[in-house]
């Protein structure tokens, strides 16, 4: 409760300024050359014809497009289009994109994690209707404000958006390198502890998926998770192998219940050629390109929330955009 008088406060100083609008612009902020202010009218002459996206009778630009996503020119490269990322000390400097998720934040506080490998449309991003920034209603009017759509899993939507912020983890401590041995599952989770094939084997009823021409047998990745904070969107997961590779996704995107694929698998054995040497388990996730988010020589998974915003923070969110907006009444843009 007292959470929410602050935010009603906040609204009702913004009001006052604003001379009782409200205040209709969202804010991108991060490691981004596209960071900044953008109305519902600055988010249509952003969208492309290529980054347009149509549904459920809105129409808005892509999250990829809107980062000014692109493939990097190797793995190494911290270069995505406008994404500028950092590797991380600690990590083995590969796929730096996989560190990062977007944190999405509603006027009512709600918030909303999609994470950049979810996205990314050489990795995740394979949705036939990607997740995007919705500014007018289809065919007719711009929206007063902008609202986050994820098209199949409307509990991850957020109305009256007000920020978009890029957000990274830092890397896990680096192991040795080699085959897995145990997979550490800590967080907020049901059944934390560390797991050998033995106990995926005798703890879990196992499942058999076909997937690129292997039979694989494991546990469902959110089973295995089992998640004990039933505030989905705003947590994540961070998946790390022996040698560093370190994989950052929302939870949500995992979860059945919200559009999650229930193939996303954690097997242990295969018909053809991954174990031994993938150590005592990998993540599989069927709809994934290029297969860079699959880890092998599984030893670490971590449920955690995403901080929320305290009141100062919207504050300043909130009047960034306020004087963002004045600039451009002044500016004539």
Do not use: C
């Not at 295969?270 to 030893?299: M, Q, Y």
């Amino acid at each position: 409760m007292k959470r929410a008088v602050q935010i009603i406060g906040l609204a009702g100083l913004l009001a006052a300024i604003t001379g009782g609008q409200a205040l209709a612009d969202v804010v991108l902020a991060g490691p981004d050359s596209n960071a900044g202010d953008y109305s519902t009218a600055a988010l249509a002459g952003a969208a492309t014809p290529s980054d347009k996206v149509s549904s459920g009778g809105l129409t808005g630009i892509s999250l990829w497009g809107l980062l000014g996503g692109a493939p990097a020119t190797s793995p190494t490269s911290p270069i995505y289009g406008d994404i500028t990322t950092t590797t991380p000390a600690g990590d083995n400097g590969k796929n730096a994109i996989f560190h990062y998720f977007l944190l999405a934040t509603g006027w009512g506080g709600q918030q909303s994690v999609v994470s950049l490998g979810e996205i990314d449309p050489s990795f995740g991003g394979t949705a036939p209707i990607p997740a995007f920034v919705a500014y007018q209603n289809t065919g007719s009017t711009l929206l007063t404000t902008p609202d986050l759509i994820v098209p199949g899993a409307p509990g991850r939507d957020v109305t009256n958006l007000t920020s978009l912020r890029l957000l990274s983890v830092p890397a896990l401590p680096t192991g040795p390198g080699g085959k897995s041995t145990s997979v550490l599952l800590t967080g907020a989770v049901t059944h934390p502890g560390s797991y050998t094939k033995t106990d995926l084997e005798s703890d879990f009823t196992p499942v058999h998926e076909v997937i690129s021409g292997d039979n694989y047998t494991g546990v469902p990745l959110w089973t295995f998770l089992s998640p004990s904070n039933n505030a989905i969107t705003d947590q994540i997961v961070i998946t790390q192998g022996t040698d560093g590779y370190e994989v950052v996704l929302s939870l949500a995107e995992i979860d059945p219940s919200l559009g999650g694929n229930p193939a996303d698998l954690l097997p242990y054995a295969d018909s053809v050629s991954d174990f031994p040497a993938d150590g005592v388990a990998r993540t599989i996730f069927p709809n994934d390109n290029k297969h860079g988010r699959w880890e092998s020589n599984l030893d670490y998974v971590d449920v955690a929330s995403v901080p929320e915003l305290g009141p100062l923070t919207l504050l300043a969110v909130a009047l960034g955009a306020l004087a963002a907006m004045k600039w451009r009444r002044l500016s004539g843009a």
